[in-house]
């Protein structure tokens, strides 16, 4: 007996196109944005307001993780390759101070970036071109 090959309709395949289309991200590990607290208040806290109860240790030139995680185009990917770069931290004054190169295992770095998006509002524009804070003495 020949088996009957069956053909979904048009219909059905777009539905399942824009079901996959609109998936969510994928969700943190458990534990994973809590590790990247824990990490980020031992680490990135020095300079950077890591919490919105925990002021930075001194005064800095640094974003906090709260407007770092709402700027434009500040997406996972972003954040990860923005991570492991060194870059001049953007002030109105002279001299730029370079941002300290971490280093972090690549499983910390994620944890971090997931600390920091867990303060991302849902009208995040992520969507946008990635846009530097702005700078500030």
């Known amino acids: 007996m020949p088996a009957r090959i069956r053909y979904a309709s048009p219909v059905i395949l777009l539905a399942l196109a824009a079901c996959v289309n609109d998936a969510p991200p994928p969700a943190a590990p ?52 923005y991570a492991s770069e060194r870059h001049v931290v953007e002030t109105v004054g002279e001299p730029k101070p370079v941002m300290p190169v971490v280093f972090l295992s690549p499983e910390d770095r994620e944890d971090v970036v997931l600390y920091i998006l867990s303060y991302q509002r849902p009208d995040a524009p992520v969507d946008q071109p990635p846009k530097k804070a702005e700078p500030f003495e």
């Open 30 to 81: 458990d534990g994973a944005v809590a590790r990247g607290r824990v990490v980020a208040e031992r680490v990135c806290s020095l300079c950077h307001q890591v919490a919105p109860d925990r002021p930075s240790a001194r005064e800095a030139a640094a974003p906090s993780f709260m407007e770092i995680a709402n700027l434009p185009g500040h997406s996972r990917d972003y954040l990860r390759r």
